[in-house]
């Protein structure tokens, strides 16, 4: 069964404490994306890579920190220093080169109190 | 010149009905355009997309329009059904070598087709 997996569905995390967000995808794609998404806006693209062993900062990226050592996977750290981390978080994942087709995951809603 | 502005913000349709979202960007560079439909605590589902080489491309009950020199595409959703109920975004991104190979999104459209 081929896609993009987000765990957990739910986290719950006091103030203060880093927790990291995991996505794996098993379509062989390229290219890997953190979204953030919070009610009544759009999604702020917050760290992508494009390949293996790099990445660059999207529009939001301070307070967090991604790794990509693996094609199939792309963790996502929210640190202590974002500000307001509680925000629903999806990860997506495309090939790279002719095909733009960008394919979500089922996100992770994060609740930081 | 990231920008892509999404309205309205909330559509109310009958069932039946013609809904109707319109984006507009500024970013010149921008070459790919999709439409996402997300439902509720849900990740965003591709519905639809279209290059700029066309001005229309239509899939079932759904079709972009797209008008290249006014920097503005919409998605029409004819026959609208209640199960068409949902949150939808456009997005935009540039061409390979142009920008940052990642999707600008709209601010969601609420889209209730009442039955």
């Known amino acids: 069964d081929g896609g993009i997996t987000q765990s957990p569905k739910y986290l719950f995390r006091k103030e203060g404490q880093n927790v990291t967000l995991s996505c794996e995808q098993n379509l062989n794609h390229d290219a890997m994306y953190w979204y953030r998404q919070d009610p009544g806006q759009g999604l702020r693209l917050i760290y992508y890579?494009?390949?293996?062993?790099?990445?660059q900062k999207g529009d939001i990226a301070e307070g967090y920190s991604v790794s990509r050592e693996k094609k199939e996977s792309f963790p996502l750290t929210v640190t202590s220093a974002q500000k307001n981390p509680t925000a629903f978080y999806l990860c997506?994942?495309?090939?790279?080169?002719?095909?733009?087709?960008?394919?979500f995951g089922p996100g992770t809603r994060l609740t930081v109190t | 010149q990231q920008q892509v502005k999404q309205s309205p913000q909330s559509l109310i349709v009958q069932k039946g009905g013609i809904s109707i979202i319109n984006c507009a960007y500024e970013n010149t560079a921008f070459d790919y355009f999709p439409w996402y439909q997300q439902f509720p605590g849900k990740g965003p589902a591709l519905l639809i997309a279209i290059r700029p080489d066309v001005s229309e491309k239509k899939e079932g009950r759904f079709t972009i329009s797209f008008n290249k020199s006014a920097k503005q595409f919409s998605l029409h959703i004819m026959d609208s059904q209640p199960g068409d109920s949902a949150t939808y975004f456009c997005?935009?991104?540039?061409?390979?070598?142009?920008?940052?190979?990642?999707?600008?999104f709209g601010s969601g459209t609420r889209l209730q087709v009442q039955p």
């Open positions: 890579s494009q390949i293996v062993n790099d990445f």
């Open positions: 997005a935009a991104s540039p061409a390979m070598g142009t920008g940052r190979r990642a999707l600008t």
């Open positions: 997506a994942s495309s090939g790279v080169g002719s095909s733009y087709e960008q394919y």
